[in-house]
């Protein structure tokens, strides 16, 4: 696998250049190779990779009581900061209690009135015949819906700015995460200036967002109200710096893992026409050719089962790390203290043993509502995204806005390759043509 590679060279890299070039295919190859339990060395670390969906299980669950973040947390703390995705212990408590009401089911509501009116804006705003990219535009859905969302309508002007600064941060963190050797952010180096520039640049925009909404007087339940109202309090430790990394945290958080999920499913329906047909069909019987509504989120359960599906075969998050805290047993395992267990998504979401035919995109393997436990789009435990109602129902929502009104035509109809960046993206995008169902003379 490593080729010719020098002894004393591999010492030091391990399997790290052959995790670089492909990690979804190393991963894959090892657990054919080695099965559900086996070590993964990457440069000076050693991973314990667990597909195993009972232990993943055990894993999961054991967070706080057995298990911490791992080494894959630091890839994304220049970022982030304290924000609630890397926080633990008490501090991560106090997060979750604090934004929780943010997500309560008449959130939602709101939440979902953004995610309409932003499709519906998009759609407003496209010509039959016209060509993009499905990933790019997914991508700026999501990131329109997530400011939208989580700090009002009036926010959204800021889109364009908070784009450049999110792609800059993320390219930066993208070849962090390919790098061998990490140097410290605080190092002087022309990369490392652009990304704290970018950092800078989000904070100063959330700043702007505290500013407007303090003169206004409003006092809204969104994410942004939750954390101004803990800001104030004095009996809470909370300050305009871990205000900030909140506010980021859930902005890339909340969009970049949904555009990936609505792009691969439009990907799979253009390539698999009977399953766009039955999607059709629901949508039409379902809606009457009106435009959906939070209300019709239940009764769209082909269009859940493709989201889910989707979800299954290319998990935006592919790859996560737990440490253990203390000695520990996992199964017959006995682990050691601080030992890093990686789990992957991407591995455990085609196991025969969970899955039937774990290859192929079948959105009716979903129909029962089980799901099974090896399934970990979202992690579990309670570490579970706190933000899965939304995501699930912003992929629905815009999906069914928008293949209500439009057919999208693949303009390389070849097998997209994912690739596993910081979270797993087409390789490339997917390019496509506009259909406008009107101009196409579609039923739907």
Known sequence: MLGGTPPFVRYFTGLLPAFRKDPLALLTSLQAEHGDLFTLPLGPYRFLVVNDAEHIHTVLTQHGRGFAKGKDARLAA???????????????????????????????????????????????????????????GMSHIALRVAIGSFFGAEAEDALPEITAHVQTARRFIIDRFRSLIRLPV????????????????????????????RASGAHAEDLLGRLLRDLDDPESPMDQTELRDHAISFLIAGSETTAATMAFAWYLLATHPEADEQLCVELEQSLGGRA?????????????????????????????????????????????????????????????ASFEDPEAFRPERWSTGAEPAAFIPFGGGPRLCIGREFALMEAMLVIAHLRARVRFQLLQPSTVEPEALVTLRPRGGIPARVRLLASAGSPC
Do not use: C
């Open 292 to 352: 959906p509504t939070i209300a019709d989120v239940p009764s769209l359960a082909f269009l859940r089962s493709v989201i889910l599906e989707t979800l299954r075969l290319y998990p935006p998050v592919w790859l996560f790390v737990r440490a253990t805290t203390a000695p520990f047993a996992l199964g017959r395992h006995e682990l050691a203290a601080n030992t890093q267990v990686m789990i992957s998504p991407w591995l455990s979401h085609r196991t025969s």
């Open 78 to 136: 220049p970022l982030l900061g304290r924000g609630l995705l890397l926080s633990e212990g008490e501090p991560w408590r106090r997060q979750r209690r604090l934004v929780r009401p943010a997500f309560r089911a008449e959130q939602l509501q709101r939440y979902a009135d953004v995610m309409s009116r932003v499709a519906e804006g998009v759609l407003a705003r496209w010509a039959d015949g016209q060509i993009f990219d499905l990933d790019e």
């Open 186 to 213: 605080s190092w002087p180096l022309p990369t490392h200036r652009t990304f704290r520039a970018a950092v800078q640049g989000l904070g100063q925009v959330i700043d702007r967002f505290v500013h407007a909404r």
